[in-house]
């Protein structure tokens, strides 16, 4: 009776997390998964460069980001099918353009307003 529990603390008593590697399917990945590996390299990015502020636009010029975001996408139906025949440049400029909502959400950027531009402050 003692292992009960101890194979509830090591299997079911944690944290949900969600596999960041995890989601790859022959060779393709899902969108979120994809997604969240894009936030992830984009914090670090903001991070180790210190950039005070930035263009949404200026990001597609970033290699980490880019080589990341151009991986394949797989679309679990056929719907989305028309989905993935979107061009690399059309796929990397929407995944960094949700990444950056993502982390306007979390409050680690956030958009200037008095710019015209797509202008964006971080905040940490």
């Known amino acids: 009776m003692m292992e009960v529990p101890q194979l509830y603390r ?5 944290p949900f997390q969600v596999p ?3 989601s790859e399917v022959e060779g393709f990945q899902s969108l979120p ?3 969240g ?4 390299t984009l914090k670090d990015f903001l991070r180790e460069t210190g950039m005070g502020s930035f263009h949404a636009h200026d990001l597609e010029t970033v290699d980490s980001l880019v080589s990341l975001a151009s991986r394949p996408l797989h679309s679990p139906s056929a719907q ?3 989905a993935e025949m979107l061009s690399t440049s059309k796929q990397v ?9 993502i ?4 409050g680690l950027v956030f958009r200037k307003v008095n710019s015209q531009e797509e202008v964006y402050q971080v905040t940490e």
């Open 33 to 35: 998964g994809l997604l």
């Open 93 to 101: 400029h929407n995944l960094i353009r949700q990444a950056v909502q």
């Open 37 to 40: 590996q894009v936030c992830h």
């Open 103 to 106: 982390l306007q959400q979390e």
């Open 80 to 82: 989305q099918e028309s």
């Open 10 to 14: 090591r299997f079911y008593d944690k």
């Open 20 to 22: 960041i590697t995890g």
